[in-house]
C-alpha cells in the first residue's frame, strides 16, 4: 500500500528557527541511532517513520555509523526514501554526520578531509541522495587542524552536498573557532548537536550554550532522556525488563544509573504526575526551555514510545516553581560525564 501524508500533518507541531539561519525544525527531531538499521524490519521502521513524518516531525537525523551494523539506518532510511518517502522530500530535513570509526586504517575516523569527503560521499550512496540537508563533523578532532576539518565542511557545502553544516560535541572553544574558520571561508555554522538533558548539563557548565547563542548557531539536543534514563523505566532497584542497560548498551555505563541518580529520577517522576505529564515529557519540555535550543533530538523503539514523546507538545510550559523543583530534585543526581565531550556519548 502507497504511503501517503497525512493532510493534518503541520497543525499540532511547533518549528523554530534553528540560530541564525532561514532553517526551521520542529522541536521533536527523530534520530535512528541504535532503533533502526540491521536490527529493524522495513515494516516496523515505516510505521514509526511515517507515524512521526504525519505528527509533523520532518527532521530525521542519522549518522555514517549508525545502525547497528554501522551504516545500516542510512541504508533503510534510503529504502523508505525510494519506496514511500520520496514525493515528500522536500518537506523533510535529513542529516548525517562523520568523526567514529567506519573503516578499517588511518582514513576510516575522525576529522581529515579524506575522511570527512569520502563519509559524506558514502553516506549519499547508502541514502540514494544528491545531498543531504545538515552535515556534521560528528566529534573534535584534536590531532587535525581544526582548519581541514572545517574546510571539509565547507567543500561539501560548496559542492552541493550539504545545504548546512554543523559540528556535534564540540567544546565552547572549539565550537567559536570552528565558527570563526568557517565565516572566514563565507560558510555559516548553522547548528550544534551535543548532549544535554536535566541530568547531563555540560553544555551551561562550560558555556556551549552561550556561544551557540551569542553566535547565532542552532542547537539541538541529543539524548535529552539521558540514555533513557529519564524514560521513567528504571528505579532503584536496576534496570527494568527490555531497557537499553538490560541490553548491555555499552553508551549506558553503572554510573548513569547509580543509586543517586535513581533517586533524582523518582523525585523528578512526582514533579512529572504533579504537571500530568509523564517522566518523558517532562524531561523534553526541560530541554526545550530555553531560546537557544532549536529541537530536542528523540530516538524511539516503538510507536508507544514516539506517541508518548510527542505528547510534549501539549505542555511545553515550566514555570519558575517547576524549575526550581527540578534544580533541587536533581542536586545530587546530575551524571559523571567527565571528559564531557568525547566519554561515553557515542
Known amino acids: 500500500m502507497t504511503y501517503r501524508a497525512a493532510n493534518s500533518r503541520y497543525e499540532r507541531m511547533q518549528y523554530r528557527y534553528c540560530g541564525q539561519s532561514g532553517l526551521r525544525l520542529p522541536v521533536i527531531s527523530l534520530g535512528l541511532w541504535q532503533n533502526f538499521g540491521g536490527t529493524r524490519d522495513y515494516p516496523g521502521a515505516m510505521e514509526i517513520l511515517g507515524y512521526a513524518f504525519d505528527q509533523g516531525i520532518t527532521h530525521f537525523d542519522l549518522a555514517n555509523n549508525y545502525g547497528p551494523p554501522p551504516g545500516s539506518s542510512e541504508e533503510l532510511f534510503g529504502q523508505v526514501l525510494a519506496r514511500d518517502f520520496r514525493p515528500y522530500r522536500d518537506e523533510m530535513i535529513i542529516s548525517t554526520k562523520a568523526g567514529y570509526n567506519m573503516w578499517p586504517g588511518p582514513y576510516g575516523e575522525f576529522g581529515s578531509r579524506k575522511y570527512l569527503i569520502a563519509s559524506c560521499d558514502q553516506s549519499l550512496r547508502r541514502?540514494?541522495?544528491?545531498?543531504?540537508?545538515?552535515?556534521?563533523?560528528?566529534?573534535?578532532?584534536?590531532?587535525?587542524?581544526?582548519?581541514?576539518?572545517?574546510?571539509?565542511?565547507?567543500?561539501?557545502?560548496?559542492?552541493?552536498?550539504?545545504?548546512?553544516?554543523?559540528?556535534?560535541?564540540?567544546?565552547?572553544?572549539?565550537?567559536?573557532?570552528?565558527?570563526?574558520?568557517?565565516?572566514?571561508?563565507?560558510?555559516?555554522?548553522?547548528?550544534?548537536?551535543?548532549?544535554?538533558?536535566?541530568?547531563?548539563?555540560?553544555?551551561?557548565?562550560?558555556?556551549?550554550?552561550?556561544?551557540?547563542?551569542?553566535?547565532?548557531?542552532?542547537?539541538?539536543?541529543?539524548?535529552?532522556?539521558?540514555?533513557?534514563?529519564?524514560?521513567?523505566?528504571?528505579?532503584?532497584?536496576?534496570a527494568s525488563e527490555g531497557t537499553r542497560a538490560e541490553n548491555t548498551n555499552t553508551t549506558l555505563r553503572q554510573s548513569h544509573i547509580a543509586p543517586n541518580v535513581l533517586e533524582a529520577v523518582d523525585r523528578l517522576g512526582a514533579i512529572a504526575e504533579r504537571r500530568g505529564q509523564s517522566m518523558v515529557q517532562l524531561a523534553l519540555a526541560w530541554a526545550l526551555r530555553r531560546k537557544e535550543m532549536t529541537s530536542a533530538l528523540i530516538g524511539v523503539r516503538t510507536l508507544e514510545q514516539l506517541k508518548d514523546n510527542l505528547g510534549v507538545l501539549d505542555n511545553l510550559t515550566l514555570s519558575d516553581e517547576d524549575l526550581a523543583d527540578i534544580d533541587a530534585a536533581t542536586r545530587e543526581g546530575l551524571m559523571d560525564l567527565h571528559p564531557k565531550p568525547t566519554g561515553w556519548l557515542r
Not at 142 to 162: D, I, S, V
Not at 189 to 213: F, G, K, M
Open 127 to 238: 541514502m540514494g541522495l544528491d545531498y543531504v540537508d545538515i552535515f556534521y563533523s560528528h566529534r573534535y578532532d584534536p590531532n587535525t587542524p581544526l582548519e581541514e576539518t572545517m574546510g571539509a565542511l565547507a567543500q561539501l557545502h560548496r559542492q552541493g552536498k550539504a545545504l548546512y553544516v554543523g559540528v556535534s560535541s564540540y567544546p565552547e572553544a572549539q565550537t567559536r573557532e570552528a565558527h570563526r574558520i568557517l565565516k572566514d571561508m563565507g560558510v555559516p555554522l548553522t547548528i550544534h548537536q551535543p548532549s544535554y538533558s536535566i541530568l547531563n548539563r555540560w553544555i551551561e557548565e562550560d558555556r556551549t550554550i552561550d556561544a551557540c547563542e551569542e553566535l547565532g548557531v542552532g542547537i539541538i539536543a541529543f539524548s535529552p532522556l539521558a540514555q533513557g534514563v529519564l524514560s521513567g523505566k528504571y528505579n532503584r532497584g536496576g
